[in-house]
């Protein structure tokens, strides 16, 4: 997956959601354009805890992304 596809996501408004699918077949969830840091080779995804505070963060490698597939927003509450 390239830099400027990743960035172009995170860009769209309004932002879409969307699951980061790696080529092991691990899959992030992206539900804030705020929760992911890219660089020209590798992405730097947030994971939040219950009230929305990253608590962990995982580095993926860019050549092993293989999927941005769209999911559902959360409800509004």
């Given at each position: 997956m390239?830099y400027?596809?990743?960035?172009?996501r995170l860009d769209?408004?309004?932002?879409?959601p969307f699951?980061?699918?790696?080529s092991?077949?691990?899959?992030?969830e992206v539900?804030?354009?705020?929760m992911?840091?890219?660089t020209?080779?590798?992405?730097?995804?947030?994971?939040?805890?219950?009230n929305?505070?990253?608590s962990?963060?995982?580095?993926?490698?860019?050549?092993?992304i293989?999927a941005?597939?769209p999911?559902?927003?959360?409800p509004a509450s």
């Open positions: 390239t400027e596809t990743i960035r172009g769209t408004r309004p932002f879409q699951r980061v699918v790696t092991s077949g691990q899959a992030y539900r804030h354009p705020e992911a840091f890219p020209r080779t590798e992405m730097v995804i947030a994971s939040p805890d219950r929305g505070i990253p962990r963060a995982r580095l993926v490698s860019n050549l092993h293989t941005l597939e999911i559902e927003a959360a």
